[in-house]
């Protein structure tokens, strides 16, 4: 079956890095684009970035373009999220989401998610 | 950007009553408008995409309509494992991918 497990959260200072990791299996992974999602505390969810199966195509949302950088590594099924300059507005449960086609947009699978906690 | 409006916040329900959630898109977005389901703690679960389809293992007591800017979720008979937040979403026009602010099913 398909699993998400994503890690590397945790407290960080605003200013300081941090790197996420996403570890996919159940599927064949280097066919999928993927995504992140967060979700700050008791808000709603909130698109952030997207990387194509071949790491060639990526999107960000604005406020994080320029502090944030995803990727991929197909011989290890796993996506990283590598955060800078972070702010506290960045607060939030960071999940990974398989995407059903290869940049369809469509979330069709979610790891349960990986805590951020940035403290000023 | 495309802002999708859900209606109501809150919905306050009984068990076995039917649920009809509301979502409208600042601009057409065709039918490619899905739902989530979210429990406290728990990630986000796909429920409908493309507006009326049933992802896998969905029971039929969901269903979604509408097209362009007005999209329906209804649940037809509420189970107590329904009671959760509900969210809409658009991949039409994209970056960014833009979620409604979700709906409250309560109890």
């Known amino acids: 079956q398909v699993q998400l497990v994503e890690s590397g959260g945790g407290v960080v200072q605003a200013g300081r890095s941090l790197r996420l990791s996403c570890a996919a299996s159940g599927f064949t992974f280097k066919t999928y684009g993927v995504h992140w999602v967060r979700q700050a505390p008791g808000k709603g969810l909130e698109w952030v970035t997207f990387?194509?199966?071949?790491?060639?195509?990526?999107y960000y949302i604005d406020s994080v373009k320029g502090r944030f950088t995803i990727s991929r590594d197909n011989s290890r099924n796993t996506v990283y999220l590598e955060m800078s300059s972070l702010r506290p507005e960045d607060t939030a449960v960071y999940f990974c989401?398989?995407?059903?086609?290869?940049?369809?947009?469509?979330?069709?699978?979610w790891g349960q998610g990986t805590l951020v906690t940035v403290s000023s | 950007e495309v802002v999708l409006t859900q209606s109501p916040a809150t919905l306050s329900l009984s068990p076995g009553e039917r649920a009809t959630l509301s979502c409208r898109a600042s601009?057409?977005?065709?039918?490619?408008l899905a739902w989530y389901q979210q429990k406290p703690g728990q990630a986000p679960r796909l429920l409908i995409y493309d507006a009326s389809n049933r992802a896998t293992g969905i029971p039929a007591r969901f269903s979604g309509s509408g097209s362009g800017t007005d999209f329906t979720l209804t649940i037809s008979s509420l189970e107590p494992e329904d009671f959760a937040i509900y969210y809409c979403h658009q991949r039409d026009n994209w970056p960014p991918l833009t979620f409604g602010g979700g709906t409250k099913v309560e109890i």
């Open positions: 990387i194509s199966n071949d790491g060639n195509i990526k």
């Open positions: 989401a398989k995407d059903h086609d290869n940049g369809s947009g469509e979330f069709d699978y």
């Open positions: 601009q057409s977005v065709d039918n490619f």
